[in-house]
Structures are given as C-alpha cells and as structure tokens.
C-alpha cells in the first residue's frame, strides 16, 4: 500500500512540476497556453519557438504609450533610446516568457489576476539596464503604483518631481528589485550559472533550464527527491 501512495505522490508531483514549467501567466494581455508564434517583432523574436505572448502584444510592447498599458515612457523628458530598449526588453520578457511559472503569485487586481515575484535575474542584465538608463530622469522608485492617470496616461504625481536617475536608483540592485515591485530579484549570479534568468538570449531558451532547477527547489531539493526515489526501488522489491 505505501509504495502506490509514494508512487502516486511522486507522480501528482511531477505533474505539478509540468505545469509550472511550461505556463503562461492569468494577466491582461497573456496567451492561455504557450505555444509557438510565426512572428515576434524585434526584440521579442527570442521568444517565437515557445511564447505566451501574440505577434500583436509584441509589436505594441515597442511603442511609446500602446494600448498594452497607455504607459509612458516619457514622464520626465524624453527617455534615452539606449534606456528604452531594455524597457521594451522587459516587457518582452514578462509578456512572452513560459518559463516563469516558480515565480508567479496569485493577486487581486483589476488588471490580472496573477504575477511574478521575485524571479531572479542575471547580473548582466541588471547592471546593463542601470548603466544605460542611468542618465535618464524619473520621479517614482515604484512605477507599479502612485502615478496620476487623470489624463489617461501615467504622470507624476504633483508631489514627487523629477530627478536624476541615480537618485532614484542609487544602485543596479535597488531598480531591478523596487522598480516593478519586486517582481524581479536582485543576484550576483552570472548568465553562466545556470541559476538566474536571462532577458537577453539568442537562439534556444536558457530560462526554461533555470526554471527546472527552481521547480526542483535546487540542490537540496535534489538530494530529497533522490533519497525518496531510492526509497520507492527498496518498496518495490520488498
């Protein structure tokens, strides 16, 4: 009898793991399920073989106030083109990618009803996005919440004015954590590694790896599943 109850909980757990590998997000403009699209534009492209995104929300993730949001890029001056790209990067990332479902949290929102938390994110690409906005201007740390929207769009609230960037962010890690409510985590982790996401790739996925490793709650997790697995051979011969 304990063997089919192991067996059955190793298999809903597998199961589970599955699903979280391959997932798209319940939120505004995601797709139910991934899959491949013929077409990403740009800088979404990576993402074509396996996206939760449609080639539509991939072109409106490049322009200046789409209708993904009506957000702009631009409440304090005209935001640097060498800053822009890593936005539109980042909306690309969280719109196509199927591969963040350790991360995503359930939330009550009016605008989804899921999110991400915490995912971690390669150095590189921290450190790349504060050196090229780092010249730019902002009035918020978190641009999730506390804008003025009286005009259908996102202004700054009359109360928080517009200053540089490295005041608002002094640190790489202080934008990648508080910029989209610690949606993304901070880590000293190379691309190399293994254990850290990456927004710029080419060619195949490297995210869906370091997925596999999170879902396996990593090495320590590891050795569990090992020493219940060898508990399952010793059942099954007994």
């Keep these: ?12 757990s597998g199961a589970l793991s599955l699903d979280k590998l391959n997932m798209c997000m319940n939120a505004k403009h995601h797709k139910t399920d991934p899959g491949p699209e013929g077409q990403l534009y740009l800088q979404c492209a990576p993402w074509r073989d396996n996206a939760c995104c449609t080639a539509n929300t991939s072109e409106q993730a490049h322009a200046d106030n789409s209708y993904l949001y009506n957000f702009n890029w631009n409440h304090c001056g005209a935001m640097s083109a060498a800053c822009k790209k890593h936005f539109i990067q980042d909306t690309c990332f969280y719109e196509c990618s199927p591969h963040l479902g350790p991360w995503i949290q359930e939330v009550d929102q009016s605008w989804r009803k899921e999110r991400i938390l915490d995912v971690p994110l390669c150095k590189e690409d921290c450190h790349s996005w504060w050196e090229d906005c780092k010249n730019d201007m902002t009035c918020k740390s978190d641009w999730h919440t506390g804008w003025d929207w009286s005009s259908g769009i996102n202004k700054c609230p009359k109360v928080q004015q517009c200053r540089p960037w490295t005041e608002v962010f ?14 993304y985590l901070y880590t000293t982790l190379p691309k190399t590694s293994g254990r850290c996401m990456q927004m710029w790739f080419t060619g195949e996925n490297p995210n869906k790896k370091v997925a596999e490793y999170y879902i396996s709650g990593g090495d320590q997790q590891r050795s569990f599943t090992f020493t219940a697995l060898f508990m399952l051979c010793l059942l099954s011969i007994m």
């Design 170 to 183: 002094p640190t790489p890690k202080d934008m990648c954590e508080k910029i989209w409510s610690k949606s």
């Design 1 to 12: 009898m304990w063997y089919h109850v192991a067996l059955t909980l190793a298999l809903c």
